[in-house]
């Protein structure tokens, strides 16, 4: 049962131009929603959140995105930097809970 | 801070062999989460526990598979036996109690000959 999904495996992205990395979600309970980095051999790194009564929520050169409606978010990073170049995770959880609900993950290179 | 420790970073057994795994949270978080990861699948939840119950197993396949978190600290997830499809990077992760953002360490990969 996927409940968050990340419909785009990779991403390949132009040093300083625009990453945006999108996730759907389908379980209406989910209150909060953050996105994870992970480099090759480390565990995730938590990135940014943002609370579903906010619809965008901005960090430096990362900011999130979110549609409740259409149960979408989405992370854009700008400008691009060779050091983004990981997986990112999107994960939902519900605050009765606090379970982590991840997604498969979309792997972003930033080329040169 | 001292981040979550986890050991051994790596292990190579055999099918039907056992094996387990150690986590140490952060100082002071109450809930401990158990992932496993799946080359190219994101973190699936195994079991999350709050100080020392279980709040949360619903997807750890309980006739192999077994955790236990002593005295709300650390927590020990032991598999018996192996099969080859648990060859994957087994996460642990702690949060404070109410706070949605959770810590990660950085895993045990596990492979399953």
């Known amino acids: 049962d996927q409940q968050v999904k990340q419909n785009s495996p990779s991403l390949s992205v132009q040093e300083g131009r625009i990453s945006i990395l999108n996730c759907d979600y389908t379980n209406s309970m989910f209150d909060y929603f953050l996105w994870y980095k992970k480099y090759p051999a480390e565990g995730p790194t938590f990135l940014i959140s943002i609370s579903s009564i906010k619809d965008k929520n901005e960090d430096g050169r990362f900011t999130v995105f979110l549609n409740k409606s259409a149960k979408h978010l989405s992370l854009h990073i700008v400008p691009s930097q060779p050091g983004d170049s990981a997986v990112y995770f999107c994960a939902a959880i519900w605050s009765n809970d606090y379970k982590l609900s991840f997604g498969a993950g979309t792997t972003v290179t930033v080329r040169a | 801070e001292a981040g979550v420790a986890q050991s051994p970073r790596y292990k190579i057994i055999e099918k039907r062999q056992s094996v387990a795994f150690w986590c140490n949270p952060i100082s002071g978080h109450a809930t401990l989460y158990w992932y496993q990861q799946i080359l190219g699948q994101g973190p699936k939840l195994l079991i999350q526990?709050?100080?020392?119950?279980?709040?949360?197993d619903s997807q750890l396949p309980k006739d192999r598979f077994s955790a236990e978190r002593l005295k709300g600290v650390d927590s020990t997830l032991k598999i018996q036996p192996a099969k080859l499809e648990d060859s994957a990077v087994y996460l642990c992760a702690s949060s404070s109690q109410g706070m949605t953002e959770a810590f990660f360490g950085q895993g045990t990969r596990l492979t399953v000959v």
């Open positions: 526990f709050q100080n020392n119950g279980v709040v949360d």
